[in-house]
Nanobody
Framework: QVQLVESGGGLVQPGDSLRLSCTASNLNPGATVSIQNFGWYRQTPGKQREFVASFTSDGSTTYADSVKDRFTISRENVTKKVGYLQMNNLRPEDTAVYYC????????????????WGQGTQVTVSS
């Protein structure tokens, strides 16, 4: 019962910034979750979901050419429950629903991991 929830989307003007968050949780209060590797993807109507950025547990990052030098992916490193996408100098073509995909480690009486998607958050860039 891992949940991955994106937040932080909204309507902004070209040149503005937004920070998206991807928060992992578990419906079992006795479980501890942490985000290992994760990535951000985006999708517009009628198009396939496309890669935006990725983060690996060793801190390595990768970006799509279209967002390089404008977007930064990171993870909160204390609880490791939240991943971020800092988006600067937004453009109208960045308008999309943004999804988080993460490998989440779950610790209860045993240790497991799985890959999960969030429900998406809408980002609209328009003047």
């Amino acid at each position: 019962q891992v949940q991955l929830v994106e937040s932080g989307g909204g309507l902004v003007q070209p040149g503005d910034s937004l920070r998206l968050s991807c928060t992992a949780s578990n419906l079992n209060p006795g479980a501890t979750v942490s985000i290992q590797n994760f990535g951000w993807y985006r999708q517009t109507p009628g198009k396939q979901r496309e890669f935006v950025a990725s983060f690996t547990s060793d801190g390595s990052t990768t970006y799509a050419d279209s967002v390089k030098d404008r977007f930064t992916i990171s993870r909160e490193n204390v609880t490791k429950k939240v991943g971020y996408l800092q988006m600067n100098n937004l453009r109208p073509e960045d308008t999309a629903v943004y999804y988080c995909n993460a490998r989440v480690r779950v610790v209860t009486s045993a240790v497991g991991a799985g890959d999960f998607w969030g429900q998406g958050t809408q980002v609209t860039v328009s003047s």
